[in-house]
C-alpha cells in the first residue's frame, strides 16, 4: 500500500532560522502530494498541493519541489516566523477523485521567538 | 475558517455507551471523509462516501461503527459501544477533486 514518512518531530528553531521537513513516499500509482498544516485546537488545512512530477508548490513562504526520481517532496521555508508554530503533514493521493489520502505521522514545529 | 461543520466538539462517553458525531460537508462537494486522529497525531482512514453510498471502509468501522451521509440531513459517524482506545480526536472532511478540507473535529474522551 501507499506510505508516506517524514522528519520525526518535535523540531524547534528559533525565528528567522531556515525549515527542511523532509518527506518521502511510496505508491504504484501517480500521485498527487499535500502538505498540509494543523494549529492546535483545529483540524488540518491545506498547505498546498502538487499533482505533477517535477512541479513546485507554494504558499505563505513555504515551498516543496515534487521529485518523482527521488521520490520526495520536503517542505522547506527560508525564515520560520513564531506563527509558524504546528503541525506538518507530507501526503499523498495515488488517484483523482474519491481515493483516501494517505498522511504522514506529523511533524511538530514549535518556533522560539 | 473551516466550511466543514462538526459536533460536537467533544463528549465524553463511558465505555460500552454510544458516541454519535456529526458533519456537514462543504457545499458542492460531493465525498464526505472520516479519519481518526490518535493522541501521536497519527490519521487513521475510516470511511467515505459519495452520494449517500459508502465507497470504502476499513474492517473496524464496518464491525463496530454505523456511519451515515443522506441527502438534505447531516453526515453522522457513531460507535456503537465505545472502548478506551476509541478515545481520539474525528475528523470529517469532504472533498473535492482529490484535496479534503477538513472540520475542527469532534473529541472524544472514553472513560
Known amino acids: 500500500g501507499d506510505s508516506v514518512t517524514q522528519t520525526e518531530g518535535p523540531v524547534t528553531l528559533s525565528e528567522g532560522t531556515s525549515l527542511t521537513v523532509n518527506c518521502s513516499y511510496e505508491?504504484?500509482?501517480?500521485?498527487?502530494l499535500f502538505w498540509y498544516v494543523q494549529y492546535p485546537g483545529e483540524g488540518p488545512q491545506l498547505l498546498f498541493k502538487?499533482?505533477?512530477?517535477?512541479e513546485k508548490g507554494s504558499n505563505r513562504g513555504f515551498e516543496a519541489t515534487y521529485n518523482k526520481e527521488a521520490t520526495s517532496f520536503h517542505l522547506q521555508k527560508a525564515s520560520v516566523q513564531e506563527s509558524d508554530s504546528a503541525v506538518y503533514y507530507c501526503?499523498?493521493?495515488?488517484?483523482?477523485?474519491?481515493?483516501?489520502?494517505?498522511f504522514g505521522a506529523g511533524t511538530k514545529l514549535t518556533i522560539k521567538p | 475558517n473551516s466550511k466543514v461543520i462538526q459536533t460536537p466538539r467533544y463528549l465524553v462517553k463511558g465505555q460500552g455507551q454510544k458516541a454519535k458525531m456529526r458533519c456537514i460537508p462543504e457545499?458542492?462537494?460531493?465525498?464526505v471523509f472520516w479519519y481518526q486522529q490518535n493522541k501521536n497525531n497519527e490519521f487513521k482512514f475510516l470511511i467515505n462516501?459519495?452520494?449517500?453510498?459508502?465507497?470504502?471502509q476499513i474492517d473496524m468501522t464496518e464491525k463496530r461503527f454505523s456511519a451515515e451521509c443522506p441527502s438534505n440531513s447531516p453526515c453522522s459517524l457513531e460507535i456503537q459501544s465505545s472502548e478506551a482506545g476509541d478515545s481520539a480526536l474525528y475528523l470529517c472532511?469532504?472533498?473535492?477533486?482529490?484535496?479534503?478540507?477538513f472540520g475542527e473535529g469532534s473529541r472524544l474522551i472514553v472513560v
Open positions: 472532511a469532504s472533498s473535492l477533486g482529490n484535496t479534503l478540507y
Open positions: 505508491t504504484k500509482q501517480y500521485p498527487t
Open positions: 502538487v499533482p505533477k512530477a517535477n
Open positions: 501526503a499523498l493521493s495515488d488517484r483523482g477523485g474519491n481515493e483516501k489520502i494517505t
Open positions: 457545499k458542492g462537494h460531493p465525498v
Open positions: 462516501f459519495q452520494n449517500q453510498e459508502v465507497l470504502q
